[in-house]
């Protein structure tokens, strides 16, 4: 009865409500997409560390994985001691470097990761095969800056040489498989080639050194026990957990947490402030209404709970279609910031949980109600006899 | 490079007579000053990676953090040593990553870079304009995720002014019917009711921008002191203000002639109820 009564008093002023509705859904679906943002990038970027089950990342001392150029020395001792870490399963070490890959107009650089293949969790394969020494796994948009596939050789050089005017320590390298690489752009050419391939070239600089080590714990252990046990044995490195990694990003990302925050804030606001004004509106027309429906023996609690229905509805219908565009401009959003250059393609900006709808159209319904609150508090408190004496001259 | 030095040591701070007068000088980021507690004049202690041989350097000087977008979420303190002594530190040999050239005027800039590039071999050199468009593409997405969330903000504003002007104007409708029934045009109220809104929205408008001035500074403040730079985060220009004002008296001339339009195609008597 109350519905009926919220839902014919809403139909009785459509163009009104329709706005109202629009303007609701343009809220929730602004609020929609800051829940989205706030947690998204967190989310996405834990599901990236944890796509490949390595818990620990470890980097030289006080620095994080890959965000140096530093690498750390005597990394077979370093493996093999983090190795014999009790709970730890797999070590998975990996040399960062810039190559030089010479193509008929030049040449381009290109990024190259040295790793041991049968642990490795920098890439998944696509095509081909794990590369063994002399062959390397390549990113499809470093076949595509070279003109090369899955087969064809590749050279790759150290650097240049300015008195020889030539490259250096160029060597020649078979492509056995393409690679998507979990931690790069996907427009960067990459290639992933054995370790010890790697460490064997600039001239020795690189010999038995590491920029970074992921670790996979055994089941049953504790991901804390474990890193602070690889913390003491080896002191050259920074041990970082997913947990501490995610909360590393999340400081650099403060900025759109931040942002979504301050614009979740406002759209929420926005959402109050609309349905507040309407139901004060639609109480003020309608107080003869309501002090006739007093007179003749409503209850002031039931004409409370109609206008407070009103609101309700006005909310929840918003919020529904809100909650579909939001969808949509979430996607669009994402698009956008998907363009950072160097942006790990499996990052997203706005993930959607369901979760984060219950949340926006759970604040957007308490936000109906109270703003329903007020107007039905003073509709409930009308005097009867005046009210409907000036209804009458009117 | 220079990421390469987080592993500094402090050392404890020395007297600057106690120091041997051949010591290299660094520079330290300022913020270094206030968290490391050290003083111009101290000795550190600074090594290529943790455990290496390190060099004794004295401090001479504190730089601030320069107004980098790109830095500002970035922890890590930057020092400033001389070439040379960071190449020996480093072990780096005669070797730099790259090198500024200033032409005489902006005219000898591209020969100048066609200059070099046809000589030189292993390098390329690049117009500082060029570079800083390469470097600019991360803001350039920034500006247009910016740019797609104030349209969405401008759709609600639209949206939520349309709304309050109908729900203003409605609730005039007796007041309305009566101007039409002692003989004002149909124009002539519509006229009013426009500018009315007209000079809602630029209230509003007059008031938002205060508001958002106020804003501007306090998201300014919280954000240089809790990542300590001189960035600017939120500028608010009078271009902004210009379009923000301009933006709101149209969406109000808008709202406010279709909520009239609304109300002065019905009959007066039908207005008022009968």
């Known amino acids: 009865m109350r519905a009926a009564l919220a839902v014919s008093s809403l139909l009785r002023n459509r163009a009104r409500t329709a706005l109202a509705v629009a303007g609701i859904a343009v809220a929730t679906a602004m609020l929609l997409d800051m829940v989205m943002l706030a947690s998204g990038m967190r989310l996405s970027f834990r599901d990236l560390l944890d796509a490949r089950g390595f818990q620990i990342r470890l980097s030289p001392k006080g620095t994080l994985p890959f965000d140096t150029e530093a690498t750390v020395g005597d990394a077979s001792a370093l493996v093999a001691a983090v190795a014999a870490v009790p709970g730890v399963a797999v070590v998975a070490p990996n040399l960062g470097a810039q190559l030089i890959a010479p193509r008929a107009d030049g040449a381009i650089t290109v990024a190259a990761i040295g790793v041991v293949p049968e642990v490795q969790g920098d890439f998944a394969l696509r095509d081909g095969r794990l590369p063994q020494s002399g062959e390397v796994v390549a990113s499809p948009a470093a076949l595509q800056a070279l003109s090369r596939s899955l087969g064809d050789t590749v050279t790759i050089a150290d650097g240049w040489d300015p008195q020889l005017r030539t490259v250096r320590e160029a060597v020649v390298r078979r492509i056995v498989?393409?690679?998507?690489?979990?931690?790069?752009?996907?427009?960067?050419?990459?290639?992933?080639?054995?370790?010890?391939?790697?460490?064997?070239?600039?001239?020795?600089?690189?010999?038995?050194?590491?920029?970074s080590a992921m670790v996979r714990i055994a089941p049953g252990r504790g991901v804390d026990e474990v890193a602070a046990a690889i913390g003491r044995t080896a002191p050259r490195v920074s041990v970082l957990t997913t947990a501490e990694a995610v909360s590393q990003a999340d400081e650099r990302l403060a900025y759109f947490r931040n942002l979504a925050f301050i614009l979740g804030?406002?759209?929420?606001?926005?959402?109050?402030?609309?349905?507040?004004?309407?139901?004060?509106?639609?109480?003020?027309?309608?107080?003869?209404?309501?002090?006739?429906?007093?007179?003749?023996?409503?209850?002031?609690?039931?004409?409370?709970q109609q206008i407070v229905v009103e609101g309700l509805l006005l909310s929840l219908l918003g919020g529904v279609i809100g909650l579909g565009l939001?969808?949509?401009?979430?996607?669009?959003?994402?698009?956008?910031?998907?363009?950072?250059?160097?942006?790990?393609?499996?990052?997203?900006?706005?993930?959607?949980?369901?979760?984060?709808?219950?949340?926006?159209?759970?604040?957007?319904?308490?936000?109906?109600?109270?703003?329903?609150?007020l107007p039905a508090y003073r509709a409930a408190r009308l005097p009867i006899a005046t009210a409907l004496r000036e209804e009458a001259v009117a | 490079m220079l990421h390469a030095l987080s592993a500094l040591a402090p050392l404890a701070a020395a007297l600057a007579f106690q120091l041997p007068p051949q010591l290299p000088t660094v520079a330290l980021d300022e913020r270094m000053r206030t968290d490391l507690g050290l003083a111009i004049g101290d000795t550190v202690e600074l090594a290529a990676a943790s455990g290496a041989p390190g060099q004794r350097m004295v401090?001479?000087?504190?730089?601030?953090?320069?107004?980098?977008?790109?830095?500002?979420?970035?922890?890590?303190?930057?020092?400033?040593?001389?070439?040379?002594?960071?190449?020996?530190?480093?072990?780096?040999?005669?070797?730099?990553?790259?090198?500024?050239?200033?032409?005489?005027?902006?005219?000898?800039?591209?020969?100048?870079?066609?200059?070099?590039?046809?000589?030189?071999?292993?390098?390329?050199?690049?117009?500082?304009?060029?570079?800083?468009?390469?470097?600019?593409?991360?803001?350039?997405?920034?500006?247009?995720?910016?740019?797609?969330?104030?349209?969405?903000?401008?759709?609600a504003s639209a949206i939520f002014l349309l709304c309050i002007m109908l729900l203003r104007v409605e609730e005039r409708r007796r007041e309305i019917a009566t101007l039409r029934l002692i003989g004002l045009s149909r124009r002539t109220v519509e006229r009013a009711i426009v500018v009315?809104?007209?000079?809602?929205?630029?209230?509003?408008?007059?008031?938002?921008?205060?508001?958002?001035?106020?804003?501007?500074?306090?998201?300014?403040?919280?954000?240089?002191?809790?990542?300590?730079?001189?960035?600017?985060f939120s500028l608010v220009t009078p271009d902004v203000i210009a379009l923000a004002v301009a933006l709101s008296v149209v969406l109000g001339l808008g709202a406010g002639w279709l909520a009239a339009r609304r109300l002065t195609g019905r009959a007066p008597l039908t207005l008022l109820g009968r």
């Open chain 2, 196 to 232: 009315e809104a007209a000079a809602i929205a630029a209230l509003g408008a007059f008031v938002g921008t205060g508001l958002g001035a106020v804003v501007s500074a306090v998201v300014n403040r919280h954000y240089q002191a809790l990542y300590r730079t001189p960035l600017v």
């Open chain 1, 326 to 373: 939001g969808l949509l401009t979430a996607r669009y959003l994402d698009h956008i910031l998907g363009a950072f250059p160097g942006l790990p393609p499996e990052i997203a900006f706005f993930v959607f949980q369901p979760r984060d709808a219950f949340t926006s159209l759970g604040l957007l319904l308490l936000a109906g109600t109270f703003a329903g609150v």
């Open chain 1, 265 to 304: 804030s406002v759209s929420l606001a926005v959402g109050f402030l609309l349905i507040a004004t309407l139901m004060t509106v639609s109480v003020n027309e309608r107080i003869g209404e309501i002090a006739v429906q007093r007179a003749i023996g409503v209850a002031a609690s039931r004409i409370v």
């Open chain 2, 59 to 155: 401090i001479s000087a504190f730089t601030r953090r320069t107004a980098d977008p790109s830095e500002v979420a970035r922890a890590e303190y930057k020092v400033r040593v001389h070439l040379t002594d960071l190449q020996a530190l480093l072990r780096y040999g005669d070797r730099v990553d790259r090198f500024a050239v200033v032409t005489h005027d902006s005219s000898a800039r591209e020969a100048a870079v066609r200059a070099i590039n046809a000589r030189a071999f292993g390098f390329r050199a690049y117009p500082s304009a060029d570079i800083a468009v390469e470097t600019g593409r991360t803001f350039a997405v920034i500006n247009r995720f910016h740019r797609a969330i104030g349209v969405i903000t401008i759709l």
């Open chain 1, 177 to 211: 498989g393409v690679g998507r690489f979990y931690y790069l752009g996907a427009d960067q050419p990459v290639v992933a080639l054995p370790l010890s391939d790697l460490q064997a070239s600039a001239q020795g600089a690189r010999a038995d050194r590491i920029s």
